[in-house]
């Protein structure tokens, strides 16, 4: 595996699955269409997933239809006609001349043993100097609006406001930055025509807010402009820079998407019936929305911030707003919650010494067939008995026990009760097996059916370790408080009744990855979030499902979510 984070070109390669940043993908839906069609046409790619937001693409391929050379191949052909499509040079070929040659010479090495193509290069970074310079630089906007607030407010104090400041083209102009910047469907309709034109729309619309506040020495809005400033230049500098944005509660995008439709209509009726279009826009102004979507915005963002410092977990593809909402954990595995099944060696009780290798033997001739838990320990304890080990037929597991034919005989094993349903007499072992129950054993009888009557040849034991693990415990803790838990696997085969005693959902694993993503899609519709805990190791499954925007946090955070 290969991981390519300091330079500039991201690359992550594993057998069957790549991973690669391509110049010009990011914020361009064409690219991605572009990319997406051209990997498609390559037999033995059976999967190409280009993301706009990162810039790279997911690749997942057949090694043995095709290699990694032609796919870096049509990678190569394909960032150059991205790159020629938008007349911009690639970052590569700007930054020639940048890098030490120890950075060089590293890169080339990780070249030769990928056997990537040299003009798809992956340049390498100069080695960062410590020149003295500050580490935090305020931002000019933020310095901007301080500055302007602290100015304007001793020349208020002194002289008044400007002739400029008191005419009614900034408040109109200002009132269609507002309106623009509060209306939902206004401000998607600007946002996609900024990615068409390729323009930052957040930065035109940011930039003229602060102008026309201080064109029109609003001190309020210019605090105001000043507190959000701090709040994002605080975040970019704590660990939350690059999560993802905040997303709001369906209450309030509902009633943002309400108040934007009825404040449009009420402000043409005031303008009809008045005809006066400064009460149109007071109306426009008084139904603006983000009255409450930006102090929403805000208040999580500072939460998040302060949760940054505290280091409180926060997930990843996530924000403290969807954790808010999450009613459900949907855990990886089982075996993140659940002890494997320990023991230092099963037990065999007998009422004839003879008889004890020929009931493991039974024992281990049904689970050989079966999925019991303990399956491996019988059979080792079996083999080491130096007896024949008989294949057994017609084995049916039941939650209660295992029947099945051994040499033409109906050989059972299982609870005494099991046994007693069979007709076979444990009598003689009943004791036996209460007292080691109470000694926290788990106690499975072996007999069989003959001709006349059933026969008990005696039991085994082993000792009861306690199921659930500490992150288990923590999980069950969260249910008791109405979170709803989910598995997506099962490695451990725990049956499904000792899992719903613990209040666990495993419709969850009968489903594939596309339908996983969709019965998300579906809560998030209905206004709740799904959190995914994930192993302390990387695999290509929970890749996909972070790559799909679902949070995530790993098995170790689990306890410090409340």
Not at 104 to 112: G, I, K, L, P, S
Not at 293 to 320: H, N
């Amino acid at each position: 595996m290969v991981l390519l984070r300091n330079k500039n070109r991201f690359l992550h390669v594993l057998p069957g699955r790549i991973r690669i940043e391509i110049y010009g993908l990011q914020g361009s839906k064409a690219a991605a269409e572009l990319l997406s069609k051209s990997l498609s046409a390559c037999s033995g790619i059976y999967r190409a997933e280009p993301c706009t937001v990162t810039g790279r693409v997911l690749l997942l391929y057949d090694v043995k239809l095709v290699s990694e050379q032609h796919i870096f191949h049509i990678l190569r052909e394909t960032e150059d006609r991205i790159c020629s499509a938008n007349l911009t040079a690639r970052p590569d070929i700007q930054n020639e001349a940048t890098g030490s040659k120890e950075a060089e010479r590293e890169a080339a090495a990780t070249q030769v043993e990928l056997d990537i193509p040299c003009d798809l290069p992956m340049i390498p970074t100069t080695p960062k100097t410590n020149t003295g310079e500050p580490r935090e630089k305020i931002p000019i906007a933020l310095a901007i609006s301080m500055s302007g607030l602290a100015v304007l407010g001793i020349k208020q104090a002194f002289f008044g406001r400007s002739a400029l400041a008191r005419s009614p083209a900034p408040f109109f102009l200002s009132a269609l930055v507002s309106v623009v910047t509060g209306y939902p469907f206004l401000k998607r309709g600007i946002q996609t025509y900024s990615e068409k034109k390729k323009i930052n729309s957040d930065l035109i619309l940011g930039t003229s807010a602060l102008a026309l506040a201080l064109m029109r020495e609003n001190l309020v809005v210019l605090a105001g402009l000043s507190i959000l400033q701090y709040v994002n230049w605080k975040r970019s500098h704590s660990a939350l820079n690059g999560q993802q944005e905040v997303s709001l509660s369906p209450e309030i995008q509902t009633y943002s998407d309400k108040a934007g439709r009825l404040g449009f209509i009420a402000a043409g009726m005031t303008w009809a019936v008045t005809r006066n279009p400064l009460r149109a826009i007071a109306v426009l102004l008084a139904a603006n929305p983000r009255v409450m979507t930006v102090p929403a915005q805000y208040a999580w963002k500072q939460a998040e911030l302060v949760s940054g410092e505290r280091k409180y977990v926060i997930p990843e593809k996530g924000s403290l707003s969807q954790l808010a909402r999450t009613k459900t954990i949907l855990f990886e595995d089982a075996s993140l919650l659940f002890n494997r099944s320990e023991i230092e060696e099963i037990q065999c009780m007998v009422e004839k010494e003879q008889d004890a290798d020929k009931a493991i033997c039974l024992a281990a001739s049904l689970m050989e067939k079966t999925e019991h838990p303990w399956k491996e320990e019988v059979l080792s304890k079996a083999k080491r008995t130096c007896r024949t080990i008989r294949t057994a037929f017609h084995v049916e597991e039941e939650p209660q026990g295992i029947k099945g034919k051994v040499n033409d005989r109906q050989v059972i094993i299982g609870s005494y009760k099991y046994m007693e349903e069979h007709g076979i007499d444990c009598s003689f072992y009943e004791l036996k097996s209460k007292r080691l129950a109470r000694k926290e054993y788990d106690v499975l009888l072996v007999g069989s059916q003959g001709d006349a009557k059933g026969e008990c040849f005696g039991l085994i034991a082993r000792h009861r370790l306690s199921p659930v693990n500490e992150y288990g415990s923590a999980a069950f803790s969260l249910s008791e408080k109405g979170w709803r838990l989910g598995l997506l696997h099962n490695s451990l085969h725990i049956s499904t009744d000792e899992l719903s005693q613990y209040r666990m959902d495993t419709s969850w694993s009968s489903f594939e990855q596309g339908e996983v993503i969709e019965r998300i899609a579906e809560l998030k519709q209905h206004g709740e979030e799904v959190l995914f805990v994930t192993g302390l190791e990387q695999n290509p499954l929970n890749e996909f499902y972070k790559e799909a925007g679902i949070q995530t946090i790993s098995i170790h955070e689990l306890q410090h979510i409340q």
